[in-house]
Structure formats: structure tokens, C-alpha cells
């Protein structure tokens, strides 16, 4: 079955450690998206690549980093410099064209800060 | 911020009533986009309706847009208890360049 993967579920991270979320897909999209989702803030672009090797800020990189080595993976980790990590991070995909066709989620990372 | 702002922000209804959700939004869409949020779960793509069409059915939804007003609303008939999740509007802006601007979402309870 096509889908687009995120693990771990759950992660703890203790303070000044960086971590890595990663996102696989295997429905051959070129678009990737991070977001992140506090609860009442709905959800908030932090990176999103359309082409391998290639990525652009969101709304809240800082804090952030990503690469886009693969076409079927982007990986996000959260550095130390992000300052308040604890949160829901989803990772989505989808095709660029033709536009139109909404997105795909994974089922996302819980990430707290212990 | 050009986040869409979706009404009410809870809606509680009793199983096999209708539920209509709404949606609006600052500037010109090229689409809107309505998704589903089960707790602790990744969002689900329910429906797509473009600028250029005002109302779209799939299944037991039905979405409207208007244009005019800058508004959508999402319609769920004869609700169920699998129903009960939250609700995101996504506006997908010209120049936005495939990005879409989700809002803060609503969240639907349906009593059995």
C-alpha cells in the first residue's frame, strides 16, 4: 500500500539534544511538507521541499533543520536552539502537477521534552 | 496571517443530525481544502472544491464556497459516532507555490 511513513511515534528529548523525525513516502510525490501542531494553534509550515536537494522555510524554521537527499524521504530535526520543541509533528506529501489533489499525512510524531 | 478561520471552534450534535462546519478566508484562493483529524492521528484529505465551482458532494459532505463572501462551509449529513474528530479548513492562496494555510480547526463531537 502507497502511504507516506513517520517515526518514531512517540519521542522524548532531554534538553540540548538534538533529534531527528524522520518521513518516508512511497507515493512518488515531489512535494514534502513539515508541520507542527499545538493544541488551538492548528498547524504551522516549518519546512517543505518540492524537489530533491532543494528545501524552503516555513512559517517557523527557526530552531529547525531538513535535508531532501532521497526523493522519498524528509527528514526534520529539531536542535537544541528550538527553544519549545514539545509538540505534534506531522509530515505530509503530495504531487505539485496538476495541482490540486490535497494533501497525504503520516500519522505524526509526539515529541516532549524531558 | 492569511489563516483561514473556521465556526464555531466545538460543535456537539446528537447522532443522525447534520453538522455544518465554516470556513473563511482573507484574499483570492486558487482552492479550498476541508480535512479530518482523528485524536492523535495525521489529517485525512476529505474534499477539494476549486475557486471557479461553489458547491461539490462526496458521499455524506457537501461543501460550498463563496467566493464573494470569502467563506466555505462543510456540511456532514446524518451524522455518526465515527464522525466525532476535528475539522480543518486549508486555503491554498495564488503564488503560495503548493503551500496551503491550514486554520485552528473544529472540533465535532457526535452523542450516540
Known amino acids: 500500500d502507497g502511504g507516506i511513513t513517520q517515526s518514531p511515534k512517540y519521542l522524548f528529548r532531554k534538553e540540548g539534544q538534538n533529534v531527528t523525525l524522520s518521513c518516508e513516502q512511497n507515493l512518488n510525490h515531489d512535494a514534502m511538507y513539515w508541520y507542527r501542531q499545538d493544541p488551538g494553534q492548528g498547524l504551522r509550515l516549518i519546512y517543505y521541499?518540492?524537489?530533491?536537494?532543494d528545501f524552503q522555510k516555513g512559517d517557523i524554521a527557526e530552531g529547525y533543520s531538513v535535508s531532501r537527499e532521497k526523493k522519498e524521504s524528509f527528514p526534520l530535526t529539531v536542535t537544541s536552539a528550538q527553544k519549545n520543541p514539545t509538540a505534534f509533528y506531522l509530515c505530509a506529501s503530495s504531487i505539485l502537477r496538476p495541482w490540486g489533489y490535497g494533501y497525504t499525512f503520516g500519522s505524526g510524531t509526539r515529541l516532549t521534552v524531558v | 496571517s492569511q489563516q483561514g478561520e473556521e465556526d464555531p471552534q466545538a460543535l456537539s450534535i446528537q447522532e443522525g443530525e447534520n453538522a455544518t462546519m465554516n470556513c473563511s478566508y482573507k484574499t483570492s484562493i486558487n482552492n479550498l481544502q476541508w480535512y479530518r483529524q482523528n485524536s492523535g492521528r495525521g489529517l485525512v484529505h476529505l474534499i477539494l472544491i476549486r475557486s471557479n465551482e461553489r458547491e461539490k458532494h462526496s458521499g455524506r459532505l457537501r461543501v460550498t464556497l463563496d467566493t464573494s463572501k470569502k467563506s466555505s462551509s462543510l456540511l456532514i449529513t446524518a451524522s455518526r459516532a465515527a464522525d466525532t474528530a476535528s475539522y480543518f479548513c486549508a486555503t491554498d492562496y495564488p503564488g503560495a507555490n503548493s503551500k496551503l494555510t491550514f486554520g485552528k480547526g473544529i472540533t465535532l463531537s457526535v452523542r450516540p
Open positions: 521541499s518540492q524537489i530533491v536537494n
